[in-house]
């Protein structure tokens, strides 16, 4: 990315299109429409029209500029990349791709400036607090089977065993924010682990020494970018998205003396991020041979846990984890799942078989 603007130039034009909001903490993601209206979605307030109209020959700027800073998209109508000089990644369509009276409509969605640890997402109710006994590391650390006192010590035990997670959820649904909390965990439980992320923006966030951050550009994708990271001895590897036949080469590494990765994919629920899973293999030209039952088995043998968060106004949190399935296995073209539920007998969570 070859950046032919000054930072303080850029920065005037952000106030210009976005006011103040891009520097707002609370606002995860700002939009403009069709109609030349900005939105901001707002951790404290939720999705908000602040403007009714942005000038049209600010909206044509902000776009030239960014096309010469991206030049060699795919499209001549379309910019996608990241802001320049701020953290923040953009999607920017141009008409005629759209309905409206503007000239652009764009997504800015910000990094996360926070890195919220499982407790914040306890205590905040995005994972339901389940009253219990307590349960000690040295009790996530022994084997066999164990009830929960709560849905963070699930995650907690699978960091320690090192079980592969995927991560699920809508547009917006908080993935990323809750992969970085993961990842929050894996520093705090295996600070000695090697990690090594890919990812399209970089976005995820990892605070142990040993880490690398992989990112694909126009000419490398997330696939080759796996196959190096195979040299770059990893002990975890992390995907920031899946959508397509990289899925193969995920779970090849995974399953190749590499546990403990987590990886997101979109999704509403868990037996369906399996199946859309099973999809994106099929993308792959090796694996295009393979019949269900194998590719079944091989994503059964390599993801171990499934997280699902969604978002959804009726949420007092906005947000909340609303699924956590172990995966136990592969048969007659069905995946086996174990629900995490709560027993209101004892105020423990369990694994329960999926019906």
């Given at each position: 990315m070859l950046i032919m603007i000054s930072k303080e130039d850029m920065f005037t034009l952000y106030h210009q299109l976005f006011g103040d909001y891009l520097w707002q903490d609370s606002v995860t993601e700002i939009y403009l429409n069709g109609d030349c209206s900005l939105w901001i979605d707002d951790t404290k307030s939720g999705v908000t029209k602040v403007q009714d109209k942005i000038e049209r020959s600010v909206a044509i700027?902000?776009?030239?500029?960014?096309?010469?800073?991206y030049p060699n998209q795919q499209s001549d109508l379309i910019i996608e990349g990241e802001l320049p000089y701020f953290k923040a990644r953009l999607e920017c369509l141009h008409k005629p791709l759209f309905e409206g009276d503007g000239d652009?409509?764009?997504?800015?969605r910000k990094q996360a400036i926070t890195v919220f640890t499982l407790q914040s997402y306890k205590d905040s109710g995005v994972l339901a607090p389940i009253k219990g006994i307590i349960r000690t590391k040295a009790d996530i650390i022994k084997d066999g089977k164990v009830s929960f006192r709560h849905p963070i010590d699930v995650i907690s035990d699978a960091v320690l065993r090192k079980k592969n997670i995927l991560v699920v959820g809508g547009t917006g649904s908080g993935k990323t924010t809750l992969t970085n909390a993961i990842l929050a965990e894996i520093a705090s439980l295996t600070p000695g682990d090697r990690v090594i992320t890919i990812e399209d923006t970089l976005e995820l966030q990892i605070n142990v020494q040993n880490k690398l951050s992989l990112r694909t550009d126009r000419n490398i994708d997330i696939r080759e970018l796996?196959?190096?990271c195979m040299r770059l001895h990893p002990n975890r590897i992390v995907v920031g998205e899946v959508r397509g036949g990289e899925a193969y080469s995920l779970l090849k590494a995974w399953n190749s003396g590499h546990p403990g990765g987590v990886a997101t994919l979109h999704a509403n629920n868990a037996s369906e991020a399996l199946e859309k899973l099973s999809h994106y293999i099929f993308e792959d030209s090796v694996a295009r041979s393979f019949n269900q039952d194998v590719v079944g088995r091989m994503i059964a043998g390599s993801v171990d846990l499934v997280i699902v968060i969604e978002y959804s106004h009726e949420y007092q949190t906005k947000r909340r984890v609303?699924?956590?399935c172990e995966v136990k296995g592969y048969l007659n073209g069905r995946y086996n799942l174990s629900v995490l539920v709560h027993q209101s007998l004892t105020g423990l969570c369990e694994f329960k078989p999926q019906i």
């Open positions: 700027k902000f776009w030239n500029i960014i096309r010469e800073i652009i409509i764009f997504s800015v796996l196959r190096c609303t699924e956590i």
